[in-house]
């Protein structure tokens, strides 16, 4: 069975609301009128009973007609100022000693013996009643006691029930009429006020004709802002749709970006361990069928570069891939969340010394370098962390410095304490930041966006001659991320600048 459409059912639940109103005021003003009504006849009732008494009835039994009915032809029945159809009697013992009526051409009429005997029904205690008097009608008759005889009077109630019929039919035809334009005029308005409406479910409808399961993230239909003040109900569906496509649009795109950035991923990681596996394969072939001792040494030795050289990979890849299962819905990592890794440990970490190691490390394996320290503070600086990946991120700083500089280079390496920025008046404590600047060559200016991105590299050919794997600095981001802190690099001739801020221990934003 197909469901009504939510404008027919509106138009519906109204028509039938107004059907009721008028109903129940219709029904409420029948009542009141046909109460006012009797309350009028009764009044008149009352005068017309008053008169009945004044006639002088006849003494001894009543005459009778030749068709055994009672002589009309009495002054009584037609006693002064009684209006027209008025029936009165004169009980006598229980017995009707004179009934009748006076018609509207004056001419009188008797009763039967029924309609006596619903007159002798009627109680003498003045109270009017309601009586039908067969072929006559309904009446409103009286009954009063004067000098052991009792006066009947009875007034017609035809006048009175032609009066509620015809306001009955007036009430009807105007509520069936109220009822046909109502109607009319509801269908119009609810159509122009579901318009706004229809459009947003057309907008809708539109989504479903793109292609989602192709990353088809370009969903630029959107609810007109004319129709997001039409009303406020449209308003509101509209604004949480158009929010909606937003959210949607952005997770498409961060579900494209993703997988594009799988794809270059997983080609790139493949490439890198396509030459050591290439290597290690060359190698081992040459030893299987070689005698020479010294020979089997050196490849041996190979095998066992190149094994170090992938292991180094696999160890990086898996580094990010655990920051990256720290993230919650796309949001950087916290160290709570490495902390739940396994692994991995939280505690206060003294960066001073890890900076002040990592220089003397670098200096020991870079001699043809200029390493300088800078520290601006004799206190020591702590950051809350893993001490193992923030020794890894300021190694990595270290080795991108030496690797991609020529011989001779000055590094310079400052750590210092600096306010924190933007107004944050909860936060206590500074920021500690860590600088590795050096005077060598600059950083192409189309690796600059994406230099901390995996795989990306100054240049192919000096970073292969160096044996890096293009992963270092998205290792240094992850870190530092993953530390509520940020990393970002400045380089013009003369001055390439890498600076670090974490910080310090009681100041973590996400604390």
Same mark, same amino acid.
């Given at each position: 069975?197909?469901?009504?459409?939510?404008?027919?059912?509106?138009?519906?639940?109204?028509?039938? $609301? $107004?059907?009721?109103?008028?109903?129940?005021?219709?029904?409420?003003?029948?009542?009141?009128?046909?109460?006012?009504?009797?309350?009028?006849?009764?009044?008149?009732?009352?005068?017309?009973?008053?008169?009945?008494?004044?006639?002088?009835?006849?003494?001894?039994?009543? +005459?009778?007609?030749?068709?055994?009915?009672?002589?009309?032809?009495?002054?009584?029945?037609?006693?002064?100022?009684?209006?027209?159809?008025?029936?009165?009697? @004169?009980?006598?013992?229980?017995?009707?000693?004179?009934?009748?009526?006076?018609?509207?051409?004056?001419?009188?009429?008797?009763?039967?013996?029924?309609?006596?005997?619903?007159?002798?029904?009627?109680?003498?205690?003045?109270? +009017?009643?309601?009586?039908?008097?067969?072929?006559?009608?309904?009446?409103?008759?009286?009954? #009063?006691?004067?000098?052991?005889? @009792?006066?009947?009077?009875?007034?017609?109630?035809?006048?009175?029930?032609?009066?509620?019929?015809?306001?009955? @039919?007036?009430?009807?035809?105007?509520?069936?009429?109220?009822?046909?334009?109502?109607?009319?005029?509801?269908? $119009?308005?609810?159509?122009?006020?579901?318009?706004?409406?229809?459009? #947003?479910?057309?907008?809708?409808?539109?989504?479903?004709?793109?292609?989602?399961?192709?990353? /088809?993230?370009?969903?630029?239909?959107?609810?007109?802002?004319?129709?997001?003040?039409?009303?406020?109900?449209?308003?509101?569906?509209?604004?949480?749709?158009?929010?909606?496509?937003?959210?949607?649009?952005?997770?498409? &795109?961060?579900?494209?970006?993703?997988?594009?950035?799988?794809?270059?991923?997983?080609?790139?990681?493949?490439?890198?361990?396509?030459?050591?596996?290439?290597?290690?394969?060359?190698?081992?072939?040459?030893?299987?069928?070689?005698?020479?001792?010294?020979?089997?040494?050196?490849?041996?030795?190979?095998?066992?570069?190149?094994?170090?050289?992938?292991?180094?990979?696999?160890?990086?890849?898996?580094?990010?891939?655990?920051?990256?299962?720290?993230?919650?819905?796309?949001?950087?990592?916290?160290?709570?969340?490495?902390?739940?890794?396994?692994?991995?440990?939280?505690?206060?970490?003294?960066?001073?010394?890890?900076?002040?190691?990592?220089?003397? /490390?670098?200096?020991?394996?870079?001699?043809?370098?200029?390493?300088?320290?800078?520290?601006?503070?004799?206190?020591?600086?702590?950051?809350?962390?893993?001490?193992?990946?923030?020794?890894?991120?300021?190694?990595?700083?270290?080795?991108?410095?030496?690797?991609?500089?020529?011989?001779?280079?000055?590094? @310079?390496?400052?750590?210092?304490?600096?306010?924190? &920025?933007?107004?944050?008046?909860?936060?206590?404590?500074?920021?500690?930041?860590?600088?590795?600047?050096?005077?060598?060559?600059?950083?192409?200016?189309?690796?600059? +966006?994406?230099?901390?991105?995996?795989?990306?590299?100054?240049?192919?050919?000096?970073?292969?001659?160096?044996?890096?794997?293009?992963?270092?600095?998205?290792?240094?981001?992850?870190?530092?991320?993953?530390?509520?802190?940020?990393?970002?690099?400045?380089?013009?001739?003369?001055?390439?600048?890498?600076?670090?801020?974490?910080?310090?221990?009681?100041?973590?934003?996400?604390?």
């Amino acid at each position: 069975m197909r469901t009504p459409s939510l404008r027919w059912r509106i138009v519906g639940a109204v028509a039938l $609301l $107004l059907v009721a109103t008028n109903v129940v005021v219709g029904a409420v003003t029948v009542i009141a009128y046909r109460e006012y009504l009797v309350g009028r006849l009764d009044a008149e009732l009352a005068t017309a009973a008053g008169r009945t008494p004044g006639g002088q009835p006849p003494s001894g039994p009543p +005459p009778e007609s030749s068709d055994g009915q009672q002589d009309p032809d009495n002054r009584f029945i037609g006693a002064p100022g009684q209006a027209a159809d008025t029936v009165v009697a @004169v009980l006598r013992d229980g017995a009707a000693v004179l009934a009748g009526y006076t018609d509207g051409a004056g001419a009188q009429h008797g009763l039967s013996r029924a309609q006596e005997a619903v007159l002798a029904d009627v109680a003498p205690d003045a109270t +009017p009643t309601t009586v039908s008097l067969g072929s006559l009608g309904a009446y409103r008759a009286q009954a #009063v006691t004067r000098g052991g005889e @009792v006066f009947v009077t009875a007034l017609p109630l035809g006048d009175l029930r032609a009066s509620v019929v015809r306001l009955v @039919v007036v009430i009807g035809s105007t509520t069936l009429l109220a009822l046909l334009v109502a109607a009319w005029a509801l269908t $119009l308005a609810v159509r122009r006020s579901l318009r706004p409406l229809e459009r #947003v479910a057309s907008v809708a409808s539109s989504v479903t004709a793109l292609d989602l399961e192709r990353g /088809d993230a370009d969903i630029a239909a959107r609810v007109p802002s004319a129709d997001l003040v039409v009303s406020r109900e449209v308003g509101q569906v509209g604004t949480a749709l158009n929010r909606l496509l937003g959210h949607v649009g952005r997770a498409l &795109t961060v579900r494209r970006d993703a997988e594009r950035g799988m794809r270059t991923f997983v080609a790139d990681a493949s490439h890198e361990l396509r030459t050591p596996i290439a290597t290690v394969r060359a190698y081992a072939e040459l030893s299987a069928g070689s005698q020479d001792v010294a020979a089997l040494q050196r490849n041996a030795e190979r095998i066992g570069r190149e094994a170090v050289r992938m292991g180094d990979l696999v160890e990086e890849l898996l580094l990010l891939a655990r920051l990256d299962a720290a993230t919650h819905d796309g949001a950087a990592p916290d160290a709570a969340a490495l902390t739940a890794r396994p692994g991995t440990v939280h505690e206060e970490v003294d960066l001073t010394a890890t900076v002040v190691e990592a220089v003397m /490390d670098a200096r020991a394996t870079a001699p043809d370098h200029r390493w300088m320290l800078q520290l601006a503070d004799d206190r020591p600086l702590t950051v809350s962390g893993d001490p193992g990946q923030l020794r890894r991120a300021v190694t990595n700083l270290l080795a991108n410095a030496r690797t991609h500089t020529p011989a001779g280079t000055t590094v @310079v390496v400052s750590l210092q304490r600096v306010p924190r &920025t933007g107004g944050d008046e909860a936060a206590t404590g500074g920021l500690a930041r860590l600088v590795v600047a050096n005077d060598g060559p600059p950083i192409d200016a189309e690796v600059l +966006p994406v230099l901390f991105d995996r795989f990306t590299r100054g240049s192919s050919s000096r970073s292969r001659e160096h044996g890096t794997s293009g992963l270092g600095l998205a290792i240094v981001r992850a870190v530092v991320t993953a530390h509520g802190g940020s990393v970002r690099v400045v380089s013009e001739p003369g001055r390439t600048a890498f600076t670090v801020d974490l910080p310090e221990v009681g100041d973590r934003s996400d604390a």
